[in-house]
């Protein structure tokens, strides 16, 4: 029997530094709000609950008149800025909520096994399939969850969770040979 | 644990959710015509029925939009979840007020 050293982790977690969120609101059945919004993102919104759409930024769905707009950080505030003058005339609302997200990145093959310790959806690449996104519980916070491709987890966190979640997953993956992520 | 169904993201766990008590309740058209007897029973007296209950719900670790559900208390089995969208969805309550409004001027 061959020695073998301690066995490599099957899943990363690792913080997206340097990201900008906005927050978008608007009605998606009263005029051209929604086109006039895409023309200025480049890319298409999304149109279903529970989707994203991924481009020069992901916008994320959050409700049925809100989304989530993430791009870089120093993108932002010109987007932003943008958007809004966009949607100067509708009933919208575009706001910089950069401040108070942090985006964490969990890869691996066993990336989704050790999500699915705290969070009640089905999290099965057959269930939760790339392109669909979901605001849920993990551990004890409310985050935004987002499937890249089936090794690959997206989770959006208000900031002041994050440190938390950090802990929480390091915990959760540990037995899985993954070290705390630098805080 | 309760499966409830948001009408926005589809069947989810019960923790997601915030319960928001009996659902129809609809503010007085006149709240200065009515006796403190009559303002009470509004603010304060819930159905508490045993059986088909109508109520409302808030998706607070989802999409945070309210929603009706019908549900048994006694056997916690939700019939069904709609969106509070169309009639009743909040405008009448607006023009309840300005109603009252026009009614101290």
């Avoid at chain 1, 950069?98 to 310790?117: M, P, Q, Y």
């Avoid at chain 2, 006796?35 to 989802?62: I, K, T, V």
Wanted: hydrophobic letters at 40%.
């Amino acid at each position: 029997m061959s020695e073998a050293g301690p066995p490599r982790p099957r899943i990363a977690i690792s913080v997206r530094s340097g990201r900008g969120f906005l927050n978008l609101r608007l009605n998606p059945r009263r005029g051209q709000a929604l086109e006039a919004a895409e023309r200025i993102l480049g890319q298409p919104m999304p149109r279903a609950a529970n989707t994203f759409t991924a481009g020069e930024n992901e916008v994320y769905w959050l409700g049925p008149d809100e989304w989530l707009v993430a791009t870089g950080a120093k993108r932002v505030s010109a987007l932003g800025s943008e958007l809004a003058e966009a949607l100067g005339g509708f009933h919208a609302a575009v706001n910089d909520v950069s401040g108070g997200h942090v985006e964490l990145l969990v890869r691996g093959a066993d990336a989704r096994t050790v999500l699915a310790k705290g969070c009640t959806l089905d999290l099965h690449p057959r269930e939760f399939v790339p392109g669909q996104c979901a605001q849920t519980g993990l551990g004890r916070a409310a985050v935004l969850l987002a499937a890249g491709d089936p090794s690959t987890c997206t989770i959006v966190v208000r900031r002041s969770f994050s440190g938390y979640l950090r802990r929480w997953l390091a915990y959760a993956a540990r037995p899985r040979g993954a070290r705390l992520p630098a805080l | 644990m309760l499966l409830i169904e948001c009408p926005w993201c589809g069947p989810r766990a019960e923790t997601e959710f915030s319960y928001g008590g009996e659902a129809g309740i609809e503010r007085p058209a006149d709240p200065y015509a009515l006796s403190d007897a009559e303002w009470a029973d509004y603010l304060f007296f819930r159905r508490n029925p045993r059986g088909a209950h109508r109520e409302l719900w808030h998706h607070a670790q989802g999409c945070r939009r309210w929603f009706g559900v019908e549900r048994d208390t006694v056997s916690y089995r939700i019939e069904k979840s709609y969106r509070l969208s169309g009639a009743g969805s909040g405008r009448p309550a607006a023009a309840h007020i300005e109603a009252s409004k026009e009614k101290r001027r």
